[in-house]
């Protein structure tokens, strides 16, 4: 019987098989899947390398960690063969308070946590395919793996990478959750994404508040609004970021908002991302004031939760601060 299920694994033609994949992702809700071959990321890896020699990653000391394991997916799945790539669109039509004792929260988190959400769709879709295909092995990768999510995506054929180091898609610019299943099964890969759409234009370098954006996708994060307010771990935040914070408790959206291809975006049909309690901000004197019961019940299964309470207290200060400060005040 055994024997019986892995010769129909063999013998399957691999393009038929994407191709039921794929429908069935897209019937999970996903909004875009494709397919690349599991191998070594050589060019990646020379970059990530660079990017951890040049110290742009601050405090993130697990970036450099398992390198090779970001790079190779065998690393992750011994018998890998295929990724699938997949895209969740996140945008919906809110806007921030325009109110500055409010703190702005970046779109990503306005929802449910998206690790949550793909992991599920993920889980659900292998499911799916140990059903069909008996014996099949995958491993879930939703960023919190040592997986690089960006890359794959190229590779896989659903965008490219911007200036501001994000993935753009043509259907939806860069509102995208992206995620991973890496597979023991031979598949038709799509060919990768090769063009770059982004020509000249400058806008995100240009925007950045604080001059994250030191080179074309070459992100500092030290100087990173997002970084400082999420991972950052420091009693305070440094004085050339507090000072430009830009009204942003927790994360930024200010190189995806000037991003031209954004004006393709669509409202997702994802439920899970609409904001909480319709709240794209926050009142800072109740982040401040915030004792850690209601943060726990507020922020269950939330992304905020990674910046801890202490980190959005501290945000919060640097945002009043900034505001007394202000020449305008």
Not at 172 to 195: C, M, N, Q, R, T
Request: proline share 6%.
């Amino acid at each position: 019987m055994v024997v019986n299920e892995t010769l129909k694994r063999e013998r399957e033609d691999p393009h038929s098989r994407a191709v039921k994949i794929k429908e069935r992702a897209l019937a999970l809700g996903f909004h875009k899947v494709g397919i690349a071959r599991a191998e070594p990321l050589p060019d990646e890896r020379a970059r990530l390398e660079e990017w951890l020699r040049r110290g742009l990653h601050a405090t993130m000391h697990w970036m450099a960690r398992d390198i090779e394991r970001r790079t190779d997916p065998r690393q992750l799945l011994p018998a890998a063969r295929s990724v699938i790539a997949v895209a969740l669109n996140y945008y919906t039509p809110h806007v921030h308070a325009d109110d500055p004792t409010q703190g702005k929260i970046s779109r990503y988190a306005w929802g449910d946590d998206y690790h949550l959400v793909i992991e599920e769709k993920l889980r659900t879709l292998l499911s799916w395919m140990q059903s069909e295909w008996p014996g099949t092995q995958g491993k879930i990768c939703v960023d919190a793996q040592p997986a690089m999510d960006k890359a794959w995506a190229v590779r896989a054929g659903l965008g490219w990478i911007g200036k501001h180091s994000n993935l753009i898609t043509r259907e939806y610019g860069s509102w995208v959750f992206l995620g991973e299943l890496i597979l023991d099964l031979e598949l038709e890969p799509d060919a990768p994404f090769a063009e770059d759409h982004c020509g000249t234009c400058t806008l995100c370098l240009e925007a950045c508040p604080t001059g994250a954006i030191v080179e074309p996708r070459v992100v500092d994060a030290g100087r990173c609004i997002s970084y400082a307010t999420i991972e950052l771990r420091a009693e305070e935040i440094p004085d050339e970021v507090a000072r430009n914070l830009d009204g942003w408790l927790f994360g930024c959206d200010v190189c995806q908002d000037v991003c031209p291809w954004n004006r393709f975006e669509q409202p997702t049909d994802e439920e899970h991302f609409a904001p909480r309690s319709g709240q794209t901000s926050l009142p800072l004197a109740e982040v401040i004031e915030m004792d850690h019961e209601t943060y726990a019940e507020r922020f269950r299964h939330s992304a905020i939760k990674r910046a801890k309470l202490s980190g959005l207290k501290r945000t919060a200060r640097a945002l009043l601060a900034g505001d007394r400060d202000s020449p305008e005040r």
